[in-house]
């Protein structure tokens, strides 16, 4: 699958969801494509609120910069080589649940973004999204 | 239907998809909770870029002040009584496409809001999924 | 000519500055994708400083939305069908000096935006813009 | 050279693009004025889209606080003088790639600002641009 259109995310981020489920927790899920720009979104029902800006905000981040969102954060900690990067680009989400979407040459085509749970609920569910294109 | 979960969103976001193929136009559409909070947000293939935020803007519009974002406009006109409400609430979208959504009882349940078209195309599309509540 | 690379910026910005320089105006040219992100600026020396914003928003404007960013400013006006749209998008400008670039195939690889002089002279340097492609 | 026009950061801009390519690297590298504003930027094919913001703030951040942008960060860490100071000013970036642009008789003349690759080859970038003016 090389392209990401409503289809494929439709399927990717029902895996989501259905990951999510498993575990019991609401979460916001958000696709966007290469350059960071939206193309699905999914707040399940009773997902904090404040998960709804921060799963778009790790999606577009692991578009801009293609990488999981955490590796970014390693390397924005206090005395780190990009403290402070999350100022830029409108406002960047450095910590786990972003992650570059891949089609099978390797190619981008877009990024998924989780956030509603713990960091390592939100990266579980981002990477059954990851699984599923 | 009374709640405004991701089944229903999932539900009437497919009937405004249908409407926008049916008059071959590529849509952002946008659901949101009665505080203007996205719920469901989907980007079909090959809608303008400047849709994904306008879309959200015309949904959130029409939570924040539940009627079409039409009826908005026509009273922030030059001259009119709200002039200059778009740069309120952080930037408000006030021409056709948005519309709250009602359960059957009346009550407020969430705004949709449709760009990619000619405003006249934006609003048949919103209107569809209005219907489909 | 099909791929928006440095190359094809850097002779299309020297026919922007070179019709600029023949009117007698400094301008602000710049280049976005098609996702409208900055791939050339340039401010010729004298330009107005205002110019430096105007021109990557007319530019990123063109690329949103595939259309001369004039022709959006026809139907913004009071009145009109998409009156108030320069409030979404981070912040449209839908005056004359933007215009999409296309490939001889007609395919959109990005879009100029001008600003500096009178908005019939920026329009003229972003139509010798459009032509160098 | 003690003027920053578009002549020489035509020929600085080179000189980064030149080290960029050197060591294997697309980068967005932006030219600045001394109060900030955008004289020219370049982003070379491939480089990042999330540099293309980093780099004007880089470059940005040089030109209102005049010294290298790393000298900033030393100073922006937790427990440091000026912690926090990547919030003002529209967003700072306070790690490596920025550097004040001075005349031969030391007048501060602009700043540049590179990303697109590891803070080092930033750094490097950076500092072609600064011997060539």
Redesign the interface.
Known sequence: MSTL??ET?ARIVAAG?EAATGIGVAMSIAIV?????????????GAW?GS?DIAQRKAR?S????MPSSVLGEMSQ??G?????E????G?VSFGGGFPLAAADGTVIGAVGVSGGLVEQDVAVAEAVVKAV
């Open positions: 259109n409503l995310t969801r494509d290469p350059a960071g720009n939206l193309v699905e979104f999914q707040r399940m029902d609120l709804v981040t578009a801009l910069f293609p206090p005395g080589p990009i403290y402070g990067i100022t830029s680009n409108g960047l």
